[in-house]
């Protein structure tokens, strides 16, 4: 496939998190490249869960010399740096000096680690969670939060109600500051890094905000800003956790421990990550399957929709696939293990996923380019209010400043910036729940613009496996069993038609003396005492048992795009049996569901134009092309492109490589376990389930629709506290609320997504 799907090669994004501080783009320079190191140690940093974060350790690492790459993990808060040991002391000074504090975890390979020189471009739009107890177990943040709200509500009385007594003026002041370095010891520690550093994040903003007031004897204020600030990161950080944990929460189910066969023949329970491939795994009904594997023994039904979406249970027996996550709901299954912990479907649906959220989608691009421009506007109108208002506006120059100050506390755009991710990861969350793999926001938010899909036809609309769908017998005789006969002759072959037609022919088979396969025309044997043949059109041509209304029914069935076998014996043609590939379950649902959308639905078939015509007609398709070679529906994709407009493929992500690479939207159909499907494809659809399809542009609409209602919201909200802030109606503590309560509501909004299902 091109290289616009290949997920490792793809740079995590610029884009902030809740509550951004906004600078102008600034490119970060590349590392210094060292000899290859093959390990990697890896630091928690707890502060660490945006690519905002992200960019500034980047930025913070660009000058120490020998680091071969990084790979950050978000969601985790971690770190990997690929250096020499002597590197490391003075790669974790300089996070330090950044105000972040690495805690080492230990070594890990880190085969992916992306190098500095595939993102030379982090910027900083957003804000650190500098109070946000990122660990979730941090009761000791909250309480010193609690505290801090307390001592400010304490500043705020005592100004209040005893603001002209000296003494208690002096004890308020105290007070505050208390609160003040309560809140905000982390954000000044970071601001003034910052600052330092000539930066323009958030951490900044408040550091020169809330020492503004405190100087201009706005103590009372400064406090309650700092502790609402810093209570508003506490909400904002688990809200954007809410969202990034979405996936995880949804798919990272897999038990830690499994049962295993030793080789003296018991069963040992051991840590998943501890099973070696082709060990013997054993699950009970009701568990769920630790590792993915091949069924070896038992029979059971496996609930698949933590990894396909599909909504019923799958059948299992030996020779079956399973896949880990999933759930055991009958029998007792041992299996064998074909894939370690850390390469399972599941494994690498959540890495896709986390991969996914690195890549922008044109609405967050949008969002970073406008916040890049937003803050350092803001903060130039607030030191012009701060400058000229006392000249122009005739008002004192502490009421200029404190207009100022309030203007900076508006110019955080938090709810701004937080909107578009949230929203994204929501999406990606909700998708994944449905069996849709989504590889990036791109993908998903273009796809709400599709012109037309083009369909593969075997294994996409129909199941990819001939059936039994018409039988009739021709020349009816007492005590002949022609169905009989034909499943007995055919269930001695492994040719796909013979199979079929044994499948779909239930009931006991008879003995069948003299077996013998006729190489590309069937098969024959003596039941009873009579020699049976069960063959095509050409065998019963070439022994001269065919008729006028023979080759009329013949003609029939195969201009359904059937093919026929013949059961015959030395007298003539005794029944016809037509088998077919089927239309998948949901394809005619699917169709009708694209048509509705106002997405033409095409063929695009390797098969006859014959066969190809029936089925699209069966399944609702206008337009369909058959007798295709790769090259051909290659060609296809580009004429419906010119045509049309925005195309999509849909196909099994191997045989259909070429049209899925040139078209604008690839959708791998049933690729659960498959990775070259996974690795091909733009979206992977986890079952063969066409309808996903269509779901997937209903929830990339959806996911356009509440990208601009948040960022309307977020823009509105700020817009209003400007004006109010520029005409002296609006406090600090207001702002601090106003951006609070907008990111609240973005968030919420964002996050109905993971709640929502696809096809409503």
């Known amino acids: ?129 500098s109070h946000g107890d990122h660990d979730h177990g941090a009761s000791t943040g909250v309480k010193r939060l609690a505290l801090a709200l307390l001592f400010a509500l304490g500043a705020e009385s005592l100004h209040l109600f005893f603001g002209d007594a000296p003494a208690l003026k002096w004890a308020g002041l105290a007070v505050a500051a208390v609160a003040i370095w309560l809140a905000g010891v982390e954000t000044y520690t970071k601001g003034f890094a910052a600052l330092r550093r000539g930066r323009l994040n958030i951490n900044a903003l408040m550091t020169v905000a809330v020492t503004g007031a405190f100087v201009i004897g706005q103590w009372p204020e400064a406090a309650m800003v700092m502790a609402l600030y810093a209570i508003a990161e506490l909400i904002e950080a688990r809200a954007a956790d809410r969202a990034r944990n979405a996936i995880e929460g949804l798919l990272a189910l897999a038990p830690e421990e499994a049962e295993v066969q030793q080789p003296d023949g018991t069963w040992t329970r051991m840590a998943s990550t501890a099973v070696p491939l082709e060990a013997v795994v054993r699950i009970s009904p009701g568990e769920r399957v630790p590792l993915d594997g091949v069924v070896t023994t038992g029979s059971s039904t496996i609930d698949q929709s933590p990894v396909t979406g599909e909504s019923l249970p799958v059948d299992k ?30 494994a690498r649906i959540i890495h896709a996923v986390e991969e996914a959220q690195s890549t922008r989608a044109p609405t967050q691009r949008f969002v970073d380019r406008f916040a890049a421009v937003y803050t350092p506007t803001v903060f130039a109108i607030a030191v012009a209010v701060a400058v000229l208002a006392p000249t122009l506006m005739g008002i004192g120059w502490l009421d200029a400043v404190y207009k100022a100050l309030v203007l900076l506390v508006v110019a955080c755009p938090c709810a701004l910036v937080i ?126 048992l065919g008729s006028p209304e023979l080759e009329a029914r013949l003609a029939a069935q195969e201009a359904l795009g059937r093919t026929v076998s013949l059961l015959a014996d030395d007298r003539g043609v005794i029944a016809l049996f037509a088998v077919a590939d089927t239309l998948k379950p949901g394809s005619r649902d699917a169709v009708a569901d694209l048509l509705a959308l106002g997405v033409v639905p095409v063929m695009l078939s390797g098969d006859n134009t014959a066969t190809a015509r029936t089925i699209a007609a ?75 399809l269509p779901e997937t542009i209903r929830l990339s609409r ?59």
Request: hydrophobic share 45%; charged share 20%; glycine share 10%.
């Open 419 to 544: 909107s578009t991710p949230v929203t994204i990861v929501s999406a990606l969350a909700s998708g994944a729940r449905r069996g849709i793999l989504i590889k990036g926001g791109a993908y998903l938010e273009s796809a709400r613009s599709l012109k037309v899909v083009a369909l593969d036809k075997t294994g996409t609309i129909t199941s990819g496996k001939p059936t039994l769908v018409h039988q009739e017998v021709l020349r009816p005789e007492e005590g002949l069993d022609a169905p009989a006969i034909a499943a007995s002759l055919a269930g001695r072959s492994d040719h796909p038609v013979s199979l079929a037609i044994a499948g779909g022919l239930p009931g006991e088979r008879l003995a069948v003396d003299g077996f013998t396969a006729l190489p590309g025309r069937g098969v024959e044997g003596v039941v009873g005492a009579t020699r049976y043949t069960l063959a095509n059109h050409r065998l019963v041509k070439e022994r001269a």
């Open 317 to 346: 027996a030996a020779g079956d696939v399973v896949f880990a996550g999933t759930i055991n709901q009958a029998g007792e299954l041992a299996f064998r293990v074909t894939a370690a912990a850390s390469n399972t479907t599941l």
């Open 1 to 129: 496939m091109d290289s616009r799907t290949r997920l490792n090669i793809t740079p995590p994004p610029p884009s902030a998190c809740c509550g951004g501080g906004c600078s102008a783009p600034a490119p970060a320079a590349e590392v210094p490249q060292a000899p290859v190191v093959p390990d990697s140690t890896t630091f928690r940093i707890p502060t660490m869960d945006c690519p905002v974060e992200e960019g500034e350790i980047r930025r913070a690492l660009e000058p120490v010399a020998g680091i071969q790459g990084l790979r950050f993990q978000l969601g985790a808060r971690t770190l990997a740096i690929r250096a020499a040991p002597e590197v490391i002391p003075a790669a974790l000074a300089a996070i330090r000096a950044a105000g972040f504090a690495p805690q080492p975890l230990g070594s890990a390979p880190a085969p992916h680690a992306h190098t500095e020189g595939d993102h030379a471009h982090d910027h900083d739009h957003g804000h650190d969670h």
């Open 702 to 760: 959806r996911t356009h629709g509440v990208l601009w209602q948040n960022i309307v919201l977020a823009v509105g909200i700020k817009g209003v506290f400007m004006v109010l802030a520029l005409f002296g109606s609006a406090t600090m503590w207001m702002a601090v609320f106003a951006d609070m309560g907008a990111t609240l509501i973005v968030v919420a909004n964002g996050l109905r997504l993971v709640r929502s299902r696809s096809d409503t």
């Open 618 to 692: 069966e399944a609702g398709i206008a337009e369909v092309r058959g007798d295709l070679l790769p090259q051909d529906k290659l060609v296809a994709i580009e004429e419906l492109q010119r045509r049309h407009g925005l195309t999509a493929m849909a196909g099994d992500g191997i045989n259909d490589a070429p049209a899925l690479a040139r078209s604008d939207i690839g959708f791998a159909m049933g690729a659960a376990g498959t990775d070259t499907a996974m690795e091909a494809a733009d979206v992977v659809v986890m079952n063969d389930d066409l309808r996903r």
